[in-house]
């Protein structure tokens, strides 16, 4: 496909004013993997705050990656791997301790499942600690418990024009140091010199020899503004202020009325044509399924005509050294299985309705049978399939039909 990475912003982007990811999102971004899209995460939020939602989106399946604390910090979900960190010097802290004390703010930090604060009391911090899923440790000596380099402090108050004060101050004299900028009308984020989303994803990009034409961004806010200027597609929220969607190239609807999932179906679903069905990656993530306990690898595969082979071995063969019939079948109902994903909608799933196979001539071991699966019914509710399995010399061995059951994700 043209683009090899999908960004998404958390907040007010991926997931609704409940918190929640919505039905038809989550099965929009879970097929966009399917077809080898990879996912990236990014958010101010911390990364224990994040990983249920990377759960929750199979990240870990599908390679994706978590960009937390507004970038400084990301790690490989598929194995929790940090591939990039950029922290704060701890000598730095008792300086940002001595500024919230004198202005009367609140300060917190993170390490690993817990908020680490000053006031425990603070409704803001109280309701950034739940909305991680994070426990709260009170310091009242906050500077002398932090003997870690962080990646990211914060502070905290209903004061928003001390805030904006004391930003436009550090910006001045902490330039180079440290960076600093509003997240919340009553949060004050400190970070590492240079760090911000745009110029994290970029680590990553290079990393993985990702060009900026080759990804999409979304965001809603001032801190993803870098982020959908870098991408070939930054997509603004219908929620984003008018700053931020100036910024985009384009604008979809809000976070509550599925605006990720329009705008994904959009760029990535609507039109799916046969060399885009990404097969490579397809054949990599069934390793470690029946399709790879199996030694079935897709060849081909296209809206009507989906092809596959598998070896006749230790695997497949009957004690006699023959194909087993169940392997053949196992093997219908993989490719009739992936044709049917490649033509349903985003907001549909396929389940294996019926399987039955005229087993007509034999393969022997050291062969590599050939499936090829075409479309004979194609409705609403369900699709047959047909699915011939050859020999390596075009013997014909089984005809079966396979029926797979449409259903709509609730």
């Given at each position: ?10 907040d007010g982007?991926?997931?609704n ?8 999102t ?8 399917q077809m ?6 990014a ?8 990983l ?22 990301v ?8 591939v ?19 202005n ?12 680490v ?9 109280r ?8 426990k ?6 906050f ?18 024009e001390a ?25 004050l ?31 809603d ?7 959908l ?15 931020v ?15 990720v ?8 679903l ?9 097969l ?11 399709m790879g ?10 809206h ?11 695997r497949?063969?009957q ?9 053949t ?14 033509i ?19 393969a ?9 699966a075409?479309i ?19 013997k014909?061995v089984s ?11 609730k």
């Amino acid at each position: 496909m043209k683009y090899k990475m999908l960004v998404l912003d958390v907040d007010g982007t991926l997931l609704n004013d409940e918190k929640e990811i919505s039905k038809r999102t989550l099965n929009t971004l879970l097929k966009v993997q399917q077809m080898g899209v990879r996912i990236m995460l990014a958010s101010g939020r911390p990364t224990y705050g994040l990983l249920p939602l990377a759960k929750k989106l199979e990240l870990g399946t599908y390679n994706g990656y978590i960009l937390s604390y507004n970038g400084g910090q990301v790690i490989n979900a598929s194995n929790g791997e940090v591939v990039f960190e950029r922290r704060i010097n701890p000598e730095h802290i008792t300086y940002l301790e001595k500024k919230a004390e004198k202005n009367g703010f609140s300060i917190l930090t993170y390490n690993g499942d817990t908020v680490v604060t000053n006031n425990p009391d603070d409704p803001h911090v109280r309701a950034e600690a739940a909305l991680n899923g994070m426990k709260l440790e009170h310091q009242e000596f906050f500077s002398a418990a932090i003997d870690y380099p962080p990646c990211k402090c914060m502070l905290v108050s209903d004061d928003e024009e001390a805030l904006v004060g004391l930003e436009n101050h550090w910006k001045r004299r902490l330039n180079g140091v440290l960076d600093v900028f509003r997240s919340e009308p009553y949060f004050l984020e400190v970070v590492g010199s240079r760090v911000d989303k745009a110029n994290t994803l970029g680590v990553i990009m290079e990393m993985e020899g990702i060009k900026t034409d080759e990804i999409v961004v979304f965001g809603d806010g001032v801190a993803d503004v870098t982020m959908l200027q870098l991408a070939d597609l930054g997509i603004a929220m219908g929620n984003a202020p008018d700053s931020v969607k100036r910024c985009a190239d384009y604008v979809t609807l809000s976070n509550n009325e599925d605006g990720v999932a329009v705008a994904v179906e959009n760029a990535f679903l609507a039109e799916v044509r046969e060399s885009e069905i990404p097969l490579d990656a397809l054949n990599a993530q069934a390793q470690t399924t029946l399709m790879g306990n199996l030694g079935i690898q897709y060849t081909y595969a296209s809206h009507e005509r989906i092809e596959a082979t598998m070896p006749v071995d230790h695997r497949t063969r009957q004690p006699f050294g023959i194909l087993h019939g169940g392997a053949t079948l196992a093997l219908a109902e993989t490719v009739a299985g992936l044709g049917s994903m490649v033509i349903c909608n985003p907001d549909e799933f396929v389940v294996g309705m019926q399987v039955s196979g005229n087993h007509i001539s034999s393969a022997h071991e050291g062969d590599t049978v050939r499936a090829v699966a075409t479309i004979v019914h194609k409705g609403r509710s369900s699709h047959v399939w047909n699915v011939d399995v050859f020999t390596s010399t075009g013997k014909l061995v089984s005809s079966i039909r396979v029926m797979n059951s449409v259903m709509k994700r609730k």
